[in-house]
């Protein structure tokens, strides 16, 4: 290849290549449908797909592609959605509104082609799952400035949904505006904790004297920048590109190393895999006798289980100020060493679900 033309030529051709591929791909994704519907297995199996993408980083690696883990994570992610959405489509409901980092959390496992429902609340995603108007629910459970999600744990303490998946995504402020020149903008829309984060940014740009307008989500700042040409947002990625305001500077937050862990939650059982977490709720019986919480624990340790989080939240008993105890480890519910530990504490223990632990 000597010429453009000759590598559009030779593009061309891949193309033709990866599609007659990806429809093959497609038709034994049919088939795995028409069996699936029959045995009743679940559509959404992450522990798969984290083997799969695994076993093709390896490859690509051995031969020296140029393709590294992240692009072929993110390119495959695409055809896994598709494919479910051609086994079965499924409705995923989110904790809205469009343009939110739940929004796109959801959106980076499920695809942008799946059926979305955005729901005002936490809460409201747990009922809809629960009365099965939806398959998936994504909500967010843990913050790495803010801490855990205490409704998210409140709602799991007494819901029958169970954890399938988890994710971690950073998150990253946008500066959006359909403004040419800085100087064209008179006002600024975001969340009120949004200015606060990207104070630094605001200073460095002569931003701190423009009105800041707090909204009650980024999304609703992109929506309403969107309207005015002297207006921008500070706002998710997923926002800006969701109602057409482009993108001016990216990363504007004032800390770059926050991120928050999602859940996708839905009524199946994973099966195992060598990469599982299980996270439980843990009500002691004799919670109030000195160092049940250390026995406890102790088993774990016993059994060579690591525990990776333990977060304690007041049990709402009316009988008094009691604690439960919010407890990650790796391993999967059906291990025999964890079987051996819960059931000592027949009773105590509710299990909130076993999954593929996701890259933090």
Not at 252 to 262: A, G, K, M, P, Y
């Amino acid at each position: 290849m000597k010429t453009l033309d000759d590598c559009r030529v030779a593009i061309d051709t891949i193309d033709d290549k990866l599609l007659d591929l990806l429809n093959k791909r497609m038709k034994v994704v049919e088939k795995v449908g028409e069996i699936k519907s029959k045995v009743g297995g679940a559509i959404y199996r992450p522990e798969r797909e984290k083997d799969i993408i695994s076993r093709l980083t390896k490859l690509s690696a051995k031969d020296n592609g140029l393709l590294k883990d992240k692009a072929i994570e993110a390119i495959f992610l695409e055809i896994f959605a598709v494919s479910r959405n051609l086994e079965l489509p499924e409705r995923i409901a989110y904790l809205g509104p469009e343009g939110t980092f739940t929004h796109q959390a959801a959106e980076s496992r499920f695809g942008a082609m799946s059926d979305y429902l955005s729901l005002g609340s936490i809460h409201s995603v747990f009922k809809t799952l629960e009365a099965g108007r939806a398959k998936f629910g994504v909500v967010p459970i843990e913050n790495s400035k803010d801490g855990i999600v205490g409704e998210t744990l409140d709602l799991l303490s007494k819901s029958s949904m169970k954890i399938v998946a988890e994710l971690y995504m950073p998150i990253h402020a946008s500066f959006a505006t359909k403004a040419t020149k800085l100087q064209e903008i008179n006002k600024i829309y975001s969340k009120d904790k949004g200015f606060g984060q990207c104070r630094e940014f605001l200073q460095e740009h002569g931003f701190v004297n423009i009105e800041q307008i707090p909204v009650e989500s980024t999304a609703k700042a992109a929506i309403l920048a969107a309207e005015d040409p002297k207006a921008a947002a500070i706002c998710s990625h997923i926002a800006a590109k969701l109602y057409g305001l482009p993108t001016m500077f990216e990363n504007i937050e004032d800390e770059h190393d926050s991120s928050t862990r999602f859940i996708i939650l839905s009524d199946f059982k994973n099966t195992q895999s060598e990469h599982d977490k299980t996270s439980i709720l843990v009500k002691l019986h004799n919670a109030e006798e000195p160092g049940s919480l250390v026995h406890f624990l102790q088993d774990f340790d016993n059994e060579n289980i690591n525990l990776s989080k333990i977060e304690s939240r007041p049990s709402k008993d009316k009988n008094g100020f009691g604690y439960w105890f919010y407890i990650d480890f790796y391993g999967h519910i059906d291990d025999a060493a964890i079987q051996k530990v819960l059931a000592k504490h027949d009773g105590e223990v509710t299990w909130l679900g076993s999954y593929v632990k996701g890259e933090d």
